[in-house]
């Protein structure tokens, strides 16, 4: 019971914090999209084409990078011309996931004035992240294909709280014995409402429906 208590606790403190986030990026009319999904399925890789693309409509894009360690990822999005500042995990003792008092700190390194969007990508994991707001927009899942059907019924949580799933590496499904039908159905059966993109962020194949909501989207909080 009392680690039930604490945990509570944690959850209320960060809520609080992240409604904070929400207020102050709604202030600024910026977007946010907490990417989440495990180590592996391409969520820089997307990021990168992303914000390429994004930038070719002269949208401005900022994003703060998760990881235990390293700034691998954040070297690569940073080398593309984007505005990126790095968290680092291993100083909160090695924490599976970000928190809203992380962004909000990773917040005053960054320029958001003449940004239209923020991307946070999450910690490589499809369990802890799914329990912390973050004061996004959307929440948004990356599961590569190679990943197999079943990781929306294997891990429902995350799923279940995400507005759109992005089925990355569709460049190698000659090579899989997986069907991105059945994939799309697994995602539904777990959260009805939630849209999903199939996509290659290797070829760019289907970049333009994902780019397109993302622009939808942001517009709509204007």
Not at 6 to 29: H, Q, T
Not at 52 to 76: C, H, K, P, Y
Request: aromatic share 4%; glycine share 8%; hydrophobic share 40%.
């Amino acid at each position: 019971m009392k680690e039930i208590l604490v945990v509570e606790k944690i959850l209320k403190a960060n809520d609080a914090v992240a409604e904070s986030n929400r207020l102050e990026f709604a202030r600024r009319g910026v977007l946010v999209i907490n990417l989440m999904g495990t180590p592996g399925s391409g969520k820089t890789s997307l990021l990168e084409r992303t914000c390429v693309s994004l930038r070719d409509r002269t949208i401005g894009v900022s994003v703060i990078e998760g990881d235990i360690a390293t700034t691998n990822d954040a070297q690569r999005l940073s080398d593309k011309g984007v505005q990126v500042v790095q968290i680092n995990t291993d100083r909160f003792g090695n924490a599976c996931h970000l928190d809203a008092s992380m962004v909000c700190s990773a917040c005053c390194s960054l320029n958001l004035e003449d940004r239209e969007i923020l991307f946070i990508e999450n910690v490589g994991n499809l369990v802890c992240p799914a329990g912390f707001d973050l004061g996004e927009s959307f929440r948004v899942v990356v599961l590569s294909v190679t990943e197999g059907e079943d990781k929306p019924l294997k891990y429902p949580v995350i799923f279940r709280s995400a507005h759109a799933v992005i089925l990355n590496k569709t460049d190698l499904l000659p090579h899989l014995d997986v069907s991105v039908e059945q994939i799309k159905m697994n995602v539904l059966s777990v959260q009805p409402r939630c849209l999903v993109f199939p996509v290659s962020a290797r070829t760019g194949d289907g970049f333009q429906r994902w780019v397109d909501w993302l622009v939808g989207s942001g517009k709509s909080l204007g």
